[in-house]
């Protein structure tokens, strides 16, 4: 083979490896940490009958965002006997089932919620997965378990009205939890290999009563080389070094007169060289600018925006191609709004019959949204508002669907009640 071939044959198999992993989807905003996929050639007008790859029932619902790593697709879901949860693995091309691993054995104390909240975390090699339960086991992509904790025995009993349903995070060759909650608040970094604590940090707070509980998720982000973890909950926002959990920054309040039950859901998001948060329940939308020390006072924001609308409290905000997007589940309206000034390019309704508590996912031009019950809904990322297509895939209309729909190598992978489909062109 002649040197200029043997080049050529390099460069494209490096193009294909860039390629298969931009299309990973590692953990529970993607890999981007934003909601957003470089995934292309994704479907529009998908239904029941049209675009469908394959269709896999599992042993029950879950609310975990699936993480895709090249062939595979790893999630957790409840199983009726015994009560509990398993993690399982599924062929990315088949839906085949591949191993299936139980993580505990557990019936979750209230039916508002199931114990599979926290969205699986890989980095190939391994995979965490986390329970409401805060069993926290490491799997090999063969199957193999790697180490086992038990966050409520090593840290501490949940004080939590609801499952703990933080997401781990994989980052800077760490694993990052948070552990936020009226008893304690911690951040703690394991070794992914070991399941060995690395550090722990106790992160402050004012907050009284449920507004000490956060069910938020670590957001990794890196600005002008610094490496940062976002944090929300416990009345405030803060940002930390992977290496060490030492604070960077932090802000603080959204909840000024302290009231006692505003939990924290939505996670933040990072875009435009913006950061922003929603306060719980239908508060205030905050903006900073990215790069801050110390501490930032509660005026010196980039932006900030009163409108309900626009505020998320459950699900995570979008950030896609230099805009934001807010999901406002409640009263199912969503806004693309310029993340340099907060204003609001447009504000529309979604005509889901059902409230929406899955984060947005966009991806090939296209916001994807699913509501509680299965409906699924396509957006337009654009200038102006266009529903391009709506249909229904779920079939329980008391599902709880959480789990955001992962985009990935031509594909739409979609969890509805006990079931995953994948759509595809």
């Known amino acids: 083979m002649t040197p200029s071939r043997t080049s050529l044959l390099i460069s494209l198999c490096l193009l294909l490896a860039h390629s298969v992993a931009a299309d990973n989807w590692p ?116 199957g193999k378990e790697l180490w086992r904790r038990d966050l409520q025995k090593d840290y501490g009993k949940f004080g939590l009205r609801w499952n703990y349903s933080s997401s781990p995070v994989l980052t800077e060759g760490r694993v990052i939890i948070q552990i936020l909650h009226s008893a304690r608040a911690l951040l703690v970094a394991l070794d992914p290999s070991t399941g060995e604590e690395l550090w722990q940090h106790t992160r402050a707070t004012k907050a009284v009563g449920a507004a000490r509980d956060a069910y938020s998720s670590p957001i990794p982000i890196t600005f002008r080389g610094r490496s940062e973890v976002l944090i929300s909950g416990g009345d405030r926002l803060s940002s930390h070094t992977p290496s060490s959990g030492q604070q960077l920054w932090h802000w603080g ?64 905000p979008l950030s896609y191609e230099d805009s934001f997007y807010f999901l406002n589940g409640r009263q199912k309206i969503l806004s693309r709004v310029n993340p340099y000034l907060g204003a609001t390019t447009w504000r529309a309704p979604i005509p889901s019959r059902s409230k929406i508590e899955a984060s947005p996912t966009g991806a090939d031009g296209k916001i994807y949204m699913i509501s509680h019950t299965g409906e699924i809904f396509v957006v337009k990322a654009d200038e102006e508002f266009e529903l391009l297509h709506s249909t229904i895939l779920g079939q329980d209309p008391n599902a709880k669907n959480r789990a955001a729909i992962v985009p990935s190598k031509g594909r739409l992978i979609i969890r509805t009640g006990p079931y995953v489909w994948s759509m595809g062109m």
């Open 27 to 142: 953990s529970f905003r993607g890999p981007n940490h934003d909601g957003s996929s470089p995934a292309t050639n994704l479907p529009t007008h998908i239904s029941k009958d049209a675009y469908v790859k394959w269709k896999t029932e599992l042993s029950g619902p879950g609310s975990s965002t699936p993480a895709l790593w090249d062939d595979a697709i790893y999630l957790t879901a409840t199983r009726p006997e015994p009560p509990g949860v398993d993690a399982i693995k599924l062929n990315f091309w088949t839906g085949q089932i591949e191993w299936t691993h139980p993580i505990c054995d557990a019936t979750s104390p209230n039916r508002r919620s199931d114990l599979s909240g926290p969205s699986p975390a890989t980095d190939g090699e391994r995979i965490i997965f986390v329970t409401g339960t805060g069993d926290i086991v490491a799997i090999d992509a063969a």
């Open 253 to 316: 309040t959204w909840n000024l007169d302290r009231q006692p039950d505003l939990r924290t859901v939505s996670s933040p998001v990072y875009g435009s060289e913006r950061i922003v948060i929603c306060a719980p329940k239908e508060g205030d939308t905050y903006a900073f600018k990215a790069g801050a020390f110390g501490t930032i006072k509660i005026n010196k924001t980039a932006w900030k925006s009163q409108l309900p609308e626009l505020s998320c409290d459950i699900t995570t």
